[in-house]
Nanobody
Framework: QVQLVESGGGLVQPGGSLRLSCAGS????????MGWYRQAPGKERELVAA???????NYADAVKGRFTISRDNGSKTVYLQMTSLKPEDTAVYYC?????????WGQGTQVTVSS
């Protein structure tokens, strides 16, 4: 059973940093394309950043230059390093794994950017 568990969310002041982690289990992690999505209250879930099985990355325009996605296949973990956080980054952040027709979501972790 594929399972994704996120961690690292919390409350941070504007301009601060956080690192989210997503640990996978029950899966051949290295073949999955991984992504981070977020959903703010009253808004649709949106892609924040993605990293392919081959390591290619892409980012939403809103986070380019501030967020970095990376993966460690040995520990089956994908990371999202977030810097220069803004109040509009406040959302529940979800980890996503895709391989062919298979797709799994994590349970989400709350990120709140507020002074």
């Amino acid at each position: 059973q594929v399972q994704l568990v996120e961690s690292g969310g919390g409350l941070v002041q504007p301009g601060g940093s956080l690192r989210l982690s997503c640990a996978g289990s029950g899966m051949t992690f290295s073949v999955y394309n991984m992504g981070w999505y977020r959903q703010a209250p009253g808004k649709e879930r949106e892609l924040v950043a993605a990293i392919s099985a081959g390591g290619r990355t892409n980012y939403a325009d809103a986070v380019k230059g501030r967020f970095t996605i990376s993966r460690d296949n040995g520990s089956k973990t994908v990371y999202l390093q977030m810097t220069s956080l803004k109040p509009e980054d406040t959302a529940v952040y979800y980890c996503n794994a895709k391989f062919n027709v298979r797709e799994r979501w994590g349970q989400g972790t709350q990120v709140t950017v507020s002074s």
